[in-house]
């Protein structure tokens, strides 16, 4: 048996923004499904976003998912899909992060 690669291994995340609405359902979905083995941050987002369905402007919430494993990954990703979550790519690599964070003048942590 072969250790799986480190880029598969250890601690993970998902990050994205969903409407403020669905957030307490997305956050309870997510425990659920990961059976409590997730930790789920959120923050609002500092702006209205306009929703293209109903052209309305919508407060959204900022998240991230942190996990392990590669189920995890797979169920936590459909549950974005379902609540209709945008999920960005975020590099895992701390450097390229804090590089993206000083190019970018609106990028802040939580």
């Given amino acids: 048996m072969t250790p799986a690669p480190s880029n598969h291994s250890g601690l993970r995340f998902i990050s994205g923004i969903i409407c403020k ?10 425990f659920r499904a990961t059976r409590g083995n997730m930790l789920f941050n959120q923050a609002p987002a500092d702006e209205q976003i306009i929703d293209p369905i ?45 590089q993206i964070t000083s190019e970018e003048p609106g990028v802040s942590s939580f």
């Fill in 21 to 30: 609405s669905k957030v307490l359902r997305f956050e309870r979905m997510l």
């Fill in 54 to 98: 109903s052209n309305e402007m919508v407060e959204k919430i900022v998240f991230v998912v942190f996990f392990s494993g590669e189920q995890a990954r797979t169920k936590i990703l459909k549950i974005c899909e379902a609540f209709g979550a945008n999920c960005y790519p975020v590099p895992e690599d701390i450097s390229k992060q804090r």
